[in-house]
């Protein structure tokens, strides 16, 4: 039997019973009340009445009239009044003794006879008060009686509901939740044994189906997988740098606190939205994704985190699987990580000023060493003999090459301070190339290397600061007079492809290796083997001259036939 209807057929025969009881007391109540009433209307009057009759007959030689008239309207009262068997034949004897009294009212043997007549009337009342006395109590005794049956077993129900019905809720309620324990700790093994055809059998039976679930769950495949996908999830999580994965629509299907912490906005409103949604309303992600669907180049980004300013540094991973069977890899999204780079930016900005610092400090003296030189090769100063002037010679190459360290070494500072200011205006293309050329003649010339300059006609002036440009051009020139043999040719091409001017330097050298030539425009880089000694600093600084003004720089190169440095910049 189910336990609704255990408790409905309880609390139903209870609330029955408590119903039955209230009638049968109701019963009684109003069955005593009426005896009650009977004795007060029909007997304790007549006794009232019977008594003022004998009052007023007492004192009829007193007041006679007044006497008379008050036997006269309680003897009415006991007409009206007669209830019990043989009072209506005493009342009349009563009434005619009466009337015979009215006309004899000095006749003392009517008087007598009526107090008989009295007394019968009041005897036939006072043993009816005595039998209906004993019908109250019988009906009192029979609604005690059938009061504590009821209540006995309104009791006996209610003690059986108290004692068994919390054993019969808890007792399963306790094994279940020991089991659901045992099930929260993995022990998929635990089994509920209700055998009762109730809902506690029910529960029993479908909670045994879940654990035998989840213990196949826990044996099979799917469960592993979850798990992996929880501690990478866990793992992601705990990284220090903001994380942010993407599918191959650009929904975000994941996100650390990192990068909720930087971003500044709440998991459930990033977590499967698109990012280009989220980009209108928010200022990082929006410099995020649109660097990324542009393919631009993403320089340290400034973010306001951890209470100050950081650094971070993207970088993009294109994740992509093969599918089973198939040879060909697809895309199916990117993990855009966000490393915190404060650390280093920080020492690369003491770095970079104490270049910055040394660099300057250096200048004077070696414009002293040089202009000391030139007093020493002043023959007003002396006659120097051949040794002294090769001396003199090396020790003015060594001054003029560290003059340019210094002066490399100051232009970069500028650059990864900022403090660089461009003259960025409209410039004649033929005119910057002359200026480069006419810089590096002189070197060129003691190496009898010709430089050859083919350039269209007519060409549009450029968007560029000139010396800056006439600074790469330099730099190149000098870079490929160093590396190119006596008596060889340098062409220097100036021509328009598309809406740009591109400027380029080819020598017939010995050419730079395909693996380094990605690396070349890095800072200090030089190529392993080369006899030529540099800071490494010029193409680094060219490159950033001319990415500041919107163009690009490239390397063109094969071994053992030469290399080709381009810029292109834009027409105006």
Request: a neutral charge.
């Amino acid at each position: 039997m189910k336990i609704k209807t255990k408790l409905n057929l309880s609390v139903g025969l209870l609330f029955i019973l408590i119903i039955f009881l209230t009638m049968v007391s109701a019963f009684y109540i109003f069955s005593i009340k009426k005896d009650t009433e009977n004795i007060l209307k029909a007997n304790y009057n007549t006794l009232e009445y019977s008594r003022n009759m004998l009052i007023s007959l007492d004192q009829i030689n007193i007041d006679e009239s007044r006497s008379i008239q008050i036997f006269e309207i309680n003897l009415k009262k006991q007409i009206d009044n007669i209830t019990e068997v043989g009072e209506d034949k005493a009342t009349n004897n009563l009434h005619n003794q009466f009337k015979y009294l009215e006309k004899n009212r000095t006749d003392e043997k009517v008087k007598s006879q009526i107090r008989q007549d009295i007394f019968e009337i009041m005897k036939l009342n006072m043993n009816a008060i005595k039998v209906k006395s004993d019908i109250a109590k019988h009906t009192a005794e029979t609604a005690n009686l059938w009061i504590a049956i009821v209540g006995t077993l309104c009791f006996l129900i209610a003690f059986n509901l108290l004692v068994n019905l919390p054993n019969n809720i808890a007792n399963p309620i306790k094994e279940l939740t020991a089991s659901i324990k045992e099930i929260a700790n993995k022990n998929y093994t635990k089994r509920v044994h209700f055998y009762n055809h109730n809902e506690f059998g029910d529960l029993a039976k479908s909670f045994n189906t879940m654990a035998k679930k989840l213990q196949e769950y826990n044996s099979s495949n799917l469960h592993q997988l979850l798990f992996e996908k929880k501690r990478l999830e866990t793992l992601i999580n705990n990284m220090h740098d903001p994380i942010i994965g993407l599918d191959s629509q650009g929904v975000i299907l994941f996100v650390n606190n990192e990068a909720l912490k930087i971003i500044g906005m709440k998991k459930e409103t990033v977590v499967g939205k698109l990012s280009s949604t989220l980009a209108l309303e928010n200022d990082l992600m929006r410099s995020l994704i649109i660097n990324e669907m542009e393919g631009a180049k993403v320089n340290p980004m400034k973010i306001f985190a951890d209470g100050k300013q950081s650094y971070f540094e993207k970088e993009t991973v294109n994740i992509t699987i093969t599918p089973t069977g198939e040879e060909q890899s697809i895309a199916i999204g990117d993990v855009i990580i966000l490393r915190n780079i404060t650390v280093f930016k920080e020492l690369d900005f003491a770095k970079t000023n104490f270049i910055a610092t040394i660099s300057h400090e250096l200048k004077t003296p070696i414009s002293s060493i040089k202009m000391s030189l030139q007093l020493l090769e002043n023959k007003s100063t002396g006659i120097i003999n051949e040794e002294q002037k090769q001396l003199l010679d090396s020790i003015k190459d060594d001054s003029q090459r560290l003059l340019k360290i210094t002066g490399e070494l100051l232009e970069l500072s500028q650059l990864e301070t900022g403090n660089i200011k461009l003259n960025i205006e409209k410039s004649n293309p033929y005119e910057i190339v002359h200026y480069a050329t006419e810089a590096v003649k002189a070197q060129a010339e003691q190496k009898q290397i010709e430089l050859i300059i083919e350039s269209e006609n007519e060409l549009l002036d450029v968007k560029a600061d000139s010396e800056k440009t006439a600074w790469v051009l330099i730099n190149f020139l000098t870079n490929a007079i160093a590396y190119s043999s006596e008596n060889s040719k340098i062409r220097i091409g100036l021509k328009k492809e598309n809406n740009q001017i591109v400027f380029k330097v080819t020598d017939t050298g010995k050419g730079i290796d395909k693996r380094y030539q990605s690396k070349i425009f890095d800072k200090y880089f030089q190529i392993p083997g080369s006899t030529k000694t540099g800071t490494g600093l010029g193409l680094a600084i060219s490159k950033e001259f001319i990415e500041a003004q919107n163009g690009t720089i490239s390397v063109e190169s094969e071994l053992g036939l030469g290399s080709t440095f381009s810029i292109s910049l834009n027409s105006i």
